[in-house]
Nanobody
């Protein structure tokens, strides 16, 4: 079993900042890509940012220049620093990780999601 636990969400005023964290634990040999996705009410879940194990990053256009994704491979943790927050950033933010795990005598690559953390940007 692999668990992802997000933290750091909350209520912030427009123009403010938040840092989200997501720690992975359990049956983990190695984690390849990690990422953050968001889902606003009535909308589909969408990409915010991803980061490969080597550090290569990818951002949604709406996140470029305002958000920074980073990771600590030793801690199996991914972060999302969010600056200059806007009301339209309000959503539940989900962590995702592609994890290589033991499966009997073999290894298995599977995608895992956290339960999400609410970010609300409002005055």
């Amino acid at each position: 079993q692999v668990q992802l636990v997000e933290s750091g969400g909350g209520l912030v005023q427009p123009g403010g900042s938040l840092t989200l964290s997501c720690a992975a634990s359990g049956n983990i040999i190695r984690i390849s890509d990690m990422g953050w996705y968001c889902q606003a009410p009535g909308k589909q879940r969408e990409l915010v940012a991803t980061i490969a194990s080597g550090g290569t990053t990818n951002y949604a256009e709406s996140a470029k220049g305002r958000f920074t994704i980073s990771r600590d491979n030793a801690k199996n943790t991914v972060y999302l620093q969010m600056n200059s927050l806007k009301p339209e950033d309000t959503a539940v933010y989900y962590c995702n990780a592609d994890v290589i795990s033991y499966s009997g005598s073999d290894t298995l690559l599977s995608s895992h999601w956290g339960r999400g953390t609410q970010v609300t940007v409002s005055s």
